[in-house]
């Protein structure tokens, strides 16, 4: 098996906090900004794996319980990618200090494996395992070790999104809110009414079919045999690595939503355990199709499988220019959210971008100004939790 599979879904995006310094003479622009602590924990759970704990300044073991947010991180990325990649940590500490967020716990566990991510989801694939329940072991160790008020929010972006919303679905009532940040949480539909629109409507991931033919060559095969595909090549050329960022992360969602049953051989990548939705002739294999389809977040909505959505205020942010075309995924699940619910989600933010103080305007795509973003789902739900 090729295990060339490492590959971060996001770039590298750093932003400096900046705290304004006056004079003697002059009034101070910018409180004292109180820096909190993040702590790497061995996994108990989960051998050769970390979860991260951010306590802020005003944590203290013997004071007022705060509340946890459970933050998940996107494909490819691990329990470092919101303290080292998206410095989010320094947005709690900022955000605190400005009176415009409350101290919480944040609790970071891993969700890596092989396949570069678990997508938080019980599989019987042996890489992904029991994913989600892992998030739960996780986050009862924390309420041992941490004075914990017992009030849980959910949260994370791109895969961590997805998993953010399926788990809360699973587990009514156990979480107070609810956050997505560029999440791949509708697999198909159509653009609602009413709302921007891109020129085409939104497939959903059967848009990442040409992708996925041209990363690994297939593409090529289907030309040569007028779309018939051959069986052998199909098997050989079909693979996750670092240079096939769609193709990888398929192979993911593959592990973890058709780890192959011994019931459909005609897209089992055998190297691999699993089912792809790809068919020896390059179009969508119906019966892994629906497998996916019942992990869906859409579908399950639509069916009435709902779990703390009913209860817990939701928050949705993805960039306009997503460049895995997920803003199509955001807006067909808030506008079907918004017919079941007779109401939109709490948050529903297309982001634009960030014009910088040099003129220069760089768009949201599916990785950038997530620190700028997750300012906005922090301060969203400490309003949720007063």
């Known amino acids: 098996m090729r295990k060339d599979l490492l590959f971060l879904l996001t770039a590298l995006f750093a932003v400096a906090l900046l705290v304004g310094c006056g004079s003697e003479e002059s009034i101070p622009t910018s409180p004292t900004v109180a820096t909190g602590q993040v702590d790497f924990f061995d996994d108990p759970f989960a051998d050769g794996m970390r ?3 951010y306590t802020p300044a005003e944590y203290s073991d013997t004071g007022t319980p705060l509340p946890v947010m459970c933050l998940l991180n996107g494909f490819g990325g691990s329990e470092t990618m919101w303290t080292y990649v998206f410095s989010a940590m320094d947005a709690s500490d900022y955000l605190i200090a400005m009176g415009e967020a409350e101290p919480m716990i944040i609790v970071m566990p891993s969700g890596y494996n092989d396949f570069g991510g678990s997508f938080y989801t019980n599989s019987g694939h042996p890489v992904v395992g029991m994913a989600e ?3 739960f072991d996780v986050l009862d160790a924390v309420d041992v070790e941490f004075n914990t008020s017992g009030v849980r929010t959910i949260a994370g972006f791109s895969m961590g999104g997805f998993g953010a919303i399926s ?3 699973n587990h009514p009532g156990e979480f107070s809110a609810v956050g997505v940040l560029s999440g791949p949480i509708s697999f198909y539909g159509t653009m609602t009414p009413g709302l921007p629109t891109p020129t ?5 991931i059967q848009e990442l079919l040409p992708a996925v033919l041209l990363e690994t060559g297939y593409a090529t095969v289907l030309a040569e045999t007028g779309g018939a595909g051959d069986p052998a090549q199909y098997q050989d050329m079909m693979y996750p690595s670092a240079d096939r960022r769609v193709t990888s992360m398929m192979f993911a969602m593959a592990a973890a939503f058709s780890p192959y049953d011994g019931t459909n ?3 089992v990548i055998a190297d691999y355990g699993v089912n792809i939705p790809i068919g020896v002739d390059g179009t969508m294999d119906a019966d ?3 497998r996916w389809l019942e992990k869906d977040p859409l579908s399950r909505m639509l069916a009435g499988n709902v779990g703390s959505l009913a209860t817990a205020p939701l928050f949705l942010d993805c960039g306009l220019e997503d460049d895995l075309g997920l803003y199509g995924a955001h807006q067909v699940f808030a506008g079907v959210y918004a017919m079941g619910f007779g109401a939109a989600p709490s948050n529903d933010t297309y982001y634009n971008g960030v014009t ?3 003129g220069a305007y760089v768009p949201a795509d599916h990785g950038t100004q997530i620190w700028e973003r997750f300012k906005l789902l ?3 739900t400490s309003d949720q939790l007063n």
């Open 51 to 53: 979860y991260a704990v």
């Open 133 to 135: 329940d892992h998030i």
């Open 167 to 169: 788990i809360a679905m």
């Open 200 to 204: 085409d409507d939104y497939l959903g």
């Open 265 to 267: 051989n005609n897209t």
């Open 288 to 290: 892994t199709w629906d």
């Open 356 to 358: 910088f103080n040099s």
């Open 378 to 380: 922090l301060e969203w």
